[in-house]
């Protein structure tokens, strides 16, 4: 197949105190020395360099360099400067952040974040070596009338087809229906190839077949370990960004091992 990567991405949200996170970081590096797939963990800020920094001990004294990789939940487009809160992509590489989730719903709802803002995120993340997560997805309402890719395929549109060709290679795409989101509801393993394979065929026409076989797109919504294997075993889904089911070690694993 393709040479696209398969990723098992946890998004953490606003979940676990330090030492939570710490003990579960743990845990999963233990656990996850022999996986297949790639696993990024989606963590709060508070979280990211004392993750870091286990990753990095695991890698000098396993003998076997960890598949874990780091992400942030959010980034401002400026560089620096009058922006109380907020967090910059050089703050996030300078603790060896390679990852950062962009266009997530809740910072669309919650935060009023536009496919504006978005792409200006996505353009200064990649601009500074920080890969794009890009999450796009659509509401109940939208999807009952039926007009969910034309909503999706705007998103994409205005959030990302402005970057260069180079510069989109660096993304990671999340499709996540905002009804199958924390709902326990799961989009069925048709309904996600359905719409993966039409994000797909959007890059391919803007970007060629190339850059489309070879960007890996995730599914998110209420990926468990008893659904994930169908659903990553549909051509077109490429892992999962995962919510509720990455806070705990015995599911978060069993969905990496569902490669
Ligand atoms: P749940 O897996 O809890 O439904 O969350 C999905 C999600 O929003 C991941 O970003």
């Known amino acids: ?18 030492s939570e996170g710490i003990e579960l970081v743990k845990e999963l590096i ?4 022999e996986g297949r797939a790639m696993v990024i963990l989606g963590v709060p800020f508070i979280h990211l360099k004392g993750v ?24 401002h487009y400026e560089e620096k400067g009058a922006f109380t809160g907020e ?3 050089d703050m996030l590489l300078s603790v060896g952040t390679e990852y950062v989730i962009l266009g997530h719903s809740e910072r669309r709802e919650h935060f009023k974040e536009s496919n504006e803002i978005l792409s200006k995120k996505v353009e ?13 997805g659509e509401s109940l309402r939208i999807r009952k009338a ?3 890719v034309d909503f999706v395929s705007n998103q994409l549109n205005e959030g990302l087809f402005h970057l260069s060709k180079e510069a989109f290679s660096k993304v990671v795409i999340a499709y996540e229906p905002i009804w199958a ?12 190839q359905s719409m993966h394979k039409e994000i797909r065929t959007l890059i391919e026409r803007k970007y060629g077949k190339d850059v489309a076989q070879n960007t890996s797109i995730l599914y998110g919504g209420s ?19 995962v919510g509720g089911a990455s806070l705990n070690a015995d599911d978060f694993v069993a969905i990496i091992n569902s490669f």
């Open 1 to 18: 197949m393709e040479n696209r990567l398969q990723i098992a991405a946890g998004n953490w949200k606003m979940n676990k105190t330090y």
């Open 30 to 33: 233990e656990r996850t020395k």
């Open 52 to 75: 870091a920094d286990l990753i990095a001990s695991a890698d000098s004294t396993g003998g076997q360099t960890s598949s874990i990789k780091l992400a942030a939940q959010n980034c």
């Open 87 to 89: 967090i910059s992509v």
């Open 124 to 136: 200064h993340a990649i601009s500074k070596g920080i890969a794009p997560i890009f999450c796009c």
């Open 146 to 148: 039926k007009i969910h």
């Open 181 to 192: 989101i924390g709902t326990g509801e799961t989009a069925t393993p048709e309904q996600a």
């Open 223 to 241: 990926v468990k370990p008893d659904n994930a294997k169908d659903l990553f075993s549909q051509p077109d889904v490429d892992g999962g960004l």
